[in-house]
């Protein structure tokens, strides 16, 4: 099985001055239930190389058993060094797409030509595409052949509003993603906010928070 991850590369939290980027958990977990299943692992960002970590996601109270042994390996620290660019990548290589989270996909992949280029491509050949937490906003222009967004209609999940205005972001996100989702006419839904909670709808698979990327993870592998 080939499972192609794909990374944020931008690092500023809005105009608050700090940085941002993807959550660790929500790369490392689903990273080793993909390489423990002996799936074929190629790891993309935008810009390529390595890309930036949001540094509160190192914090003691967020560690897992899959990010200290993350932080344990130096092979899988290089190769997540040197993310190819999204720009090289073609949906026809792989079987699945997973998009990690972390706030930094609001900015940039949100918003990917490429990215877009690439789900919609997933979609119409039947293959699975899935993204935890912040990075269901890769969703947001994303278009049937008919021109419609793809989402509407569709269940799924994602970082809460109530879950932002916790972290007391909501004012400096480019937008409430929840509020979007509905926007496009997505049928939204959410567990008990940093419960794990997963959406199947045929092949979109979405979950709410960092608790739910090991769900979102082992889904893919069930489906594809």
């Excluded at 299943?37 to 949001?54: Q, V």
């Excluded at 003691?60 to 190819?84: C, M």
């Excluded at 994303?142 to 989402?151: N, Q």
């Excluded at 199947?200 to 090991?214: R, V």
């Amino acid at each position: 099985m080939k499972i192609l991850m794909v990374l944020t590369s931008h690092d500023q939290l809005g105009n608050t001055g700090q940085k941002t980027g993807f959550w660790l958990e929500e790369f490392a977990s689903p990273y080793y239930v993909f390489k423990d299943a002996k799936a074929e692992i190629t790891l993309a960002s935008p810009k390529g190389g390595l890309p930036p970590l949001d540094p509160k996601s190192e914090a003691e109270d967020f560690q897992t058993a899959a990010t200290q042994r993350f932080n344990n390996n130096t092979d899988d620290q290089q190769k997540l060094a040197n993310t190819l660019k999204l720009t090289q990548m073609n949906a026809d290589d792989f079987d699945a797409v997973f998009y990690v989270g972390g706030h930094g996909p609001l900015w940039d992949l949100a918003e990917d030509k490429d990215s877009i280029v690439l789900i919609e491509a997933m979609f119409n050949a039947d293959k699975t595409v899935a993204a935890v937490c912040h990075a269901p906003a890769v969703l947001r222009h994303v278009k049937t052949p008919d021109g419609l967004p793809w989402i509407k209609s569709k269940q799924i999940t994602s970082f809460s509003n109530t879950e932002e205005a916790a972290v007391e972001l909501t004012s400096v996100v480019p937008f409430l993603l929840e509020d979007e989702l509905k926007a496009k006419g997505a049928l939204y839904e959410k567990g008990e906010d940093w419960n794990a909670y997963v959406v199947i709808d045929g092949q979109l698979i979405t979950g709410q928070n960092p608790a739910s990327s090991e769900g979102v993870a082992k889904a893919v592998l069930k489906q594809s």
